[in-house]
């Protein structure tokens, strides 16, 4: 390919655009039916457990669809993030988004999810 022509096609790509061998990847994951049920049981038992843990923090959440959700942790979330991090636990802010006291986490394994909540009730 042409260096100006690259050039041009990298100005307006998407950011984490994915290559070539991860493309191939996702379509055979589109034809494992076996694992895609898995994962998403394991998200919804995620989710659940998440959300009774946040429920007896006394905190607000937004419920959702997603591997992710939003919990009012009714403080700045940026000091939570960095508190979390120095535990080992990324999370992310919502500040730039317009909400100043929300953080978003993903659903992982049990295991995760529960190193998540003892780190979030330490920091709270």
């Known amino acids: 390919m042409k260096e100006d022509l690259a050039s041009?096609?990298?100005r307006v790509r998407q950011p984490f655009n994915t290559n070539l061998l991860a493309q191939v990847g996702a379509l055979a994951a589109?034809?494992?039916d076996a694992f895609?049920?898995?994962?998403?049981?394991?998200v919804h038992k995620g989710l659940?457990?998440?959300?009774?843990?946040?429920?007896?923090?006394g905190l607000g959440y937004f419920p959702t669809q997603t591997n992710f959700f939003l919990i009012d942790?009714?403080?700045?979330?940026?000091?939570?993030?960095?508190n979390m991090l120095q535990r080992g636990?990324?999370?992310?802010?919502?500040?730039?988004?317009?909400?100043p006291t929300y953080i978003r986490v993903n659903v992982g394994l049990p295991?995760?999810?529960?190193?998540?909540?003892?780190?979030?009730?330490e920091v709270l």
Do not use: C, W
Request: hydrophobic share 40%; proline share 2%.
């Open 30 to 32: 589109l034809d494992d």
């Open 48 to 57: 659940d457990f998440l959300y009774r843990e946040v429920e007896k923090l």
């Open 73 to 82: 942790v009714e403080q700045d979330a940026k000091g939570v993030f960095e």
């Open 89 to 99: 636990v990324i999370i992310r802010p919502m500040t730039a988004y317009g909400y």
């Open 36 to 42: 895609l049920d898995k994962t998403v049981s394991m």
């Open 8 to 10: 041009l096609m990298h």
């Open 111 to 121: 295991e995760e999810n529960q190193r998540l909540v003892e780190a979030l009730r």
